[in-house]
């Protein structure tokens, strides 16, 4: 009467240091500071029916593999390490046809001078998810969480349609806050480049600036205009990305009315709302991308 | 050189409260706590590609439609009321072709006997989504967040491969502990059932003590044996649903070895690990079921 | 130039989870369940100023002790247990002349009838926190953490004063809606009880029930005024019980003005507001209550 | 009975955000960004014991005070406007004795080149706490919230005790991380200077600079000493500073074991540990502090 359907398992937020000793340009150490999750999927049918676990390698084995790696690894970038841990899962064991791992990266600065003292950044997040499927090829989206951003003016919102439930007064001067929650699909030509090993960390940064210098260029109408300018951006500057997903929060900043006090409030003293807030979802892709085949599953 | 793929907005945790006095069976208040999403689709490129807002109904009006229809329906079951939130906004904005709404539901259970005075429970998050589509219908999908659950015994975790990085001793008994997060798709008969209003609040008590009453009965050789029987058990219990769809986070906890200390440790003492955790997702269906379509996007 | 002042340190946060097989009354199990923190004080200067740890027992060892009583004891009320443990550190640590020791407890209901079977009940955290000093003796506070209450009526607010930057209307009906964050200290004969072990649980359970029957019973002007009985009731409920002390966040909710959109709101729809809150404290203490000396450091 | 102790009420975590317009240096905005929290202390036995509100300023009206002040005073330094506030509400308030304001505030870094464009920095939380009494004057407490830090070497931890329960290994080698939370008195002299307003926010980047600079160049023997190193660092950089306390979480990063994977792992791979985890508390003071007074109340 029932059957199972899609399923996967793995280990979630793995957190592992990698600390790779004397290897910064100015002989001081290398961080790289990770929340690693595996998820493998394939021929599991039977521990779900039955519980017979053969084909269910440990989610402790999983981690273990995680820690082993980045010792064999060093501090490289995520993409690097994720697309080598998905090769291992379903390569190693023959009923795992994909695997899926998501990398969160926290960033810290050197501090002090010392080559080994570290403040942690705190800004965002750096996010890479590899999928790795046997017969479908192998995918790397790459991204950001949390990067909060705000121009105090430039931003508009005016001409939208008035139902009967419309008392939001039109404007031509508003704060737009957002938190960028960005993820970038790569073309499969950059996932297995020809000759040499991808500067993950480079298109990072680059994408990750393009991402700031556009929000704080663009004059904007709506935060659906300034999705649209972002995804375009980091396309722009990162030809090697063909598709970019964004979902951004309306981070509402609401003008206070202190009228009542006897004072006028001209673009002075706002409210930081939490809840609820506007949320704004949206794919920029560039004209030649090719279908996103596994990468979103 | 670059398009606007999919896209969506809306007003995200819109936390309305709904009192209907004296609507108890035992003439107390009735209380229906809600956060409610809302994600619009449809004709918004202009939004995205010249700041043209003709078509984009502002989320504070979403917001405000929200208060008004839990004033004009009253302390209804989340289901009820995201079915008509949604055709409210595909029928009242041509530009608009889907909307999406989701909506978690808090508990309060009466204390005192005064029939005004509530204690929250804690216990589990009820969720609804309704998707409505001006061409392709309507569904609805209904869930559980954070029900924690625990074994103290009848789990088992053994006969798993065991590859150069397993060091995970095989067991024959464990404790069990997971965090419920499951979601249930309605048969489409179920969402315009006819002549009469569904009874979505005893679907849901069904689908919730199914889950429960089966967990603890379930013997289990792997969390993936019990997702199943979980999901299996809602279908049983609910015929109006037709696929289930589970994340089950193992809660470890660890027995403590305790002979460095001149103790044995026989099923007694356990550290509640916090990261990194297994995670077991998968899906269970009805033979029968129908094609998802638009239920999960 | 400078010297060192009041010091303590500790393991913070041991998710402990004690399983008593068939200890319940109709043969389950019975789960303790809890966060730990231990804080020592004494003779620590040295660790301070030269780096010589003589005097500090590792927190690790703290933590190893911790699990090891928790074997020994069995799945005790969190006081007995904390009492235990501040005399061990005190007693086993010449140079430790204080012991803070805190307890969370989570709490789980049986399910299923198997008597291994629990599901998390989620409505409040027990608290307790045991000082224990070498020379002045040892006390015990116990309390509640996160029990959400609400009245939908029987609540007022009017009367108070109006300055310049006052707007609120009075009025006579309102939601009043807390996080009660209690905790009372127990009278010193209490803690040393002649004879027999309290019945620490059962003192819980009074005055648990005192809060949720005090709140729904009574009639309020102010948030300051259910303090001021939530207070008075737990003394009156248990006489062994000489202060309380009680953190009341007034959890907003805000009528709704749907006046725009032709509705009235009779105390109808309201939204629940994150942030600001107000914010009560207070104590609450029997007339004959003993100095509180070392209980709330 | 009964008596009313201790009390206090005010309006917490109010998020108002000033923007200064053209008041950088180069002719760009000032944002700050801050969550506000108000508690008044006085003649409020009435409300409690019998609801009478008369003496009970609304914390709604405290809330729109700030919001009115951050008009009135711009950009200003968070010690700057709690003072101003905390006066505010003794003077105007007869029947109100005691004052106390808490701000944190979040920092905002210019991107982009536009005067406009901020993004939010997200290392750590500035805070202050101002506590104005009628009677015994006022006291400014500033600090430091969550900056976290990491050594990835210069740190050991050895010739602690060895109890029953001990198993820690020494080392003569660890990562030491921590999440520096510190907060300052400032003298007396400094809250009334004579003459000119301080400069609050000089003041704040000396302690920070310090306390970085100061874990940078440690070596430690122990999370113990390194906080008397970091309060002793503060109080030297900041004469105005006469009293530090400290509250360091023990971030743990434990090396891996990948021995049983037939890997060494000299001081490369670490587990990033959440709870339980060490935290160490104390305070350092100048010689000739005086006593702290209303300070901590």
């Not at 951006?233 to 003008?255: G, Q, S, T, W, Y």
């Not at 002075?268 to 004209?287: F, S």
Request: charged content about 20%.
């Amino acid at each position: 009467m029932v059957r199972l359907g899609g399923n996967q398992y793995g280990k979630a937020e793995i957190r592992v240091v990698r600390v790779a000793r004397g290897a910064a340009a100015g002989g001081g150490d290398v961080i790289r500071d990770w929340s690693v999750s595996t998820s493998l999927s394939g021929d599991l049918a039977d521990s779900h029916l039955t519980g017979d676990n053969a084909n269910v390698l440990p989610t402790d084995s999983q981690k273990n593999r995680v820690y082993a790696l980045a010792r064999e690894m060093g501090a490289v970038a995520p993409e690097a390490f994720a697309l080598e841990l998905g090769s291992f899962f379903v390569s190693s064991q023959p009923p795992i046809t994909r695997a899926r791992v998501s990398i969160e990266e926290y960033g810290w600065q050197p501090v002090g001078g010392t080559g080994y003292s570290f403040a942690r950044t705190g800004d965002l997040i750096r996010t890479t998810t590899v999928v790795r499927d046997a017969d479908l090829g192998v995918s790397v989206v790459s991204g950001i969480k949390d990067l909060v951003l705000m121009n105090t003016t430039a931003s508009e919102f005016w001409g939208y349609p008035k139902d009967p439930y419309t008392t939001l007064p039109e404007t031509t001067d508003r704060i737009l806050a957002t938190a960028v929650n960005a993820s970038w699909r790569f073309r499969p030509s950059m996932v297995a480049p020809p000759g040499r090993p991808a500067d993950w960390d480079g298109l990072f940064a680059a994408a990750r600036t393009a991402i700031t210098e556009t929000f704080a260029q663009a004059y904007s109408y709506s935060l659906q205009q300034m999705l649209y300018a972002l995804g375009s951006a980091v396309i722009k500057a990162v030809p090697e990305v063909c598709e970019v997903r964004l979902a951004l929060p309306n981070k509402h900043h609401f003008i206070v009315d202190l009228a009542p006090f006897g004072l006028e409030n001209e673009r002075a003293v706002y409210h930081a709302d939490d809840r609820p807030y506007g949320l704004i979802e949206g794919t920029v892709l560039a004209d030649d991308a090719p279908a996103a085949g596994i990468a979103w599953t």
